[in-house]
C-alpha cells in the first residue's frame, strides 16, 4: 500500500524539529525562516487533512487491466488509508455532469474526473459547488479560467510513448509496426505522434501503420484492427486504448506478435511477447493533488512527466534483448534529464 505523502512530510518536519531542539542555537534570521517554513507545512497538512471523502468518476471499467483500473486501484489504497470513497465506473462525457453533480450533493470533498471526456463538465459543475474540489486527469480547456476549487493533471504520457516507439523499432523484423489509439483526442494523439517519433529516431524507414479506434471499451473492434495490421505485415504492436486494446493483445497472442501495453504494467497479460507498457502512475498523481487541496497550487494545471517519476514504461517481457532493454532505459533517462525533448503533438498536421 502507498504511504500517503502527508504521512511522508510530517514525518520529515518532525524530524526536523527534533534536529533542531538538540542542535546548537542558530541565528534569529534561520529560526524565524525555520518557523516560516513550519507554519507553511502545517497550513499544508491541515488543507490536506480536509479532504476526507473522495469519489471518482472512470470512463471505463475497474477490470479493463489499464487506465481506469490503474486509477481504481488508487483510489483502494487511498480508502485503505482512511478516506472514505465512492466511484462510479463506464460514465460517458454525455453523462459525467450529472454524475459531478451527483457525488458534490452527496457531500464529497474531491471528486476526480478520469480522462479528459469530463474536463467540460468539470467546467461547468465547478462553479455551482465552491466548497467542493473538482480534479480531471487531463488539461484545463483552452480558453478557460477555471475557479479555484478545479484542477487539472496532464501527464506526459507521450514521453512513455516515444520511449515505447524505440522499443518498437529495435524490436521489429519486417521493418512494419502498428499502433492502437482510442478516441480522437489531444492526449491520445499526442501518445501516437510521440511513439511514431520515437520510432523514427531509431529508422525512419520503418513503417508505422495507425488506427484510432474510437473508443476505450470495444475488445472485439480491437482485436479487428489488430488483425488488420498484422496482415500488413505489422510484427510489433502498441495500443494506448484500455479495453479495447485486451482485443489487440488477444489478436497478437493468437498469431506471436510481439505487443507494448498501456495503462498499467501488462506484461502479466503475456510476458512472452510483452515488450513493455506505457504507463502514467494516477496513484501518485492524485497523492499529490491532495495535498495541494485548499492551496494556491491547487488550481493549477500540473504537468508532471518522466522526470518526476509519474511516467515510465514497464516491466519488460521474458524475451526482450539487453540491447533493446538498454536502449529504452537510456532513452528515458536522457528524457529525465532533458537530452532528449519529447515534442508534444495534440494534432495532426
Known amino acids: 500500500m502507498r504511504k500517503h505523502f502527508i504521512t511522508r512530510m510530517a514525518g520529515m518536519v518532525m524530524a526536523g524539529l527534533m534536529a533542531f531542539s538538540m542542535s546548537a542555537p542558530v541565528m534569529a534570521e534561520e529560526a524565524a525562516a525555520e518557523e516560516t517554513t513550519d507554519d507553511a507545512a502545517e497550513e499544508t497538512t491541515e488543507a490536506a487533512a480536509s479532504v476526507e471523502t473522495i469519489a471518482l468518476i472512470l470512463p471505463g471499467v475497474i477490470t479493463d487491466q489499464s487506465w481506469s483500473q490503474l486509477a481504481y486501484e488508487a483510489l483502494e489504497d487511498l480508502k485503505e488509508e482512511g478516506y472514505d470513497t465512492a466511484y462510479t465506473e463506464s460514465v460517458t462525457a454525455a453523462d459525467a455532469e450529472t454524475v459531478f453533480r451527483t457525488y458534490a450533493d452527496e457531500g464529497y470533498d474531491l471528486i476526480i474526473g478520469h480522462g479528459s471526456e469530463f474536463t467540460e463538465a468539470a467546467v461547468t459543475v465547478a462553479g455551482d459547488y465552491p466548497d467542493t474540489y473538482f ?187 539487453d540491447e533493446v532493454k538498454s536502449a529504452v532505459e537510456d532513452t528515458c533517462e536522457k528524457i529525465k534529464s532533458g537530452e532528449i525533448v519529447v515534442e508534444n503533438k495534440e494534432t495532426d498536421n
Open 135 to 321: 480534479f480531471c486527469t487531463n488539461k484545463c480547456p483552452d480558453g478557460v479560467e477555471p475557479p479555484a476549487n478545479l484542477g487539472f493533471c496532464y501527464t506526459k504520457e507521450y514521453e512513455a510513448a516515444y520511449a515505447c516507439g524505440v522499443a518498437a523499432a529495435m524490436s521489429t523484423e519486417s521493418k512494419v509496426v502498428g499502433y492502437l489509439g482510442g478516441m480522437e483526442q489531444s492526449s491520445q494523439i499526442a501518445d501516437k505522434n510521440a511513439f511514431i517519433d520515437g520510432v523514427a529516431s531509431v529508422d525512419p524507414d520503418i513503417k508505422v501503420i495507425t488506427v484510432m479506434s474510437g473508443t476505450f471499451t470495444d475488445s472485439a473492434l480491437g482485436k479487428e484492427a489488430a488483425l488488420s495490421m498484422i496482415e500488413q505485415k505489422a510484427d510489433v504492436l502498441m495500443h494506448s486504448c484500455d479495453t479495447t486494446g485486451l482485443g489487440l493483445i488477444e489478436a497478437c497472442t493468437e498469431n506471436n506478435v510481439k505487443w507494448i501495453g498501456y495503462g498499467a504494467d501488462q506484461v502479466d497479460l503475456g510476458s512472452d511477447l510483452c515488450i513493455t507498457s506505457c504507463i502514467a502512475d494516477t496513484g501518485k498523481a492524485i497523492e499529490e493533488v491532495i495535498t495541494k487541496v485548499g492551496t494556491d497550487e491547487f488550481g493549477t494545471s500540473w504537468m508532471p512527466g518522466m522526470a518526476d517519476d509519474v511516467v515510465f514504461v514497464g516491466t519488460f517481457g521474458d524475451n526482450v534483448p
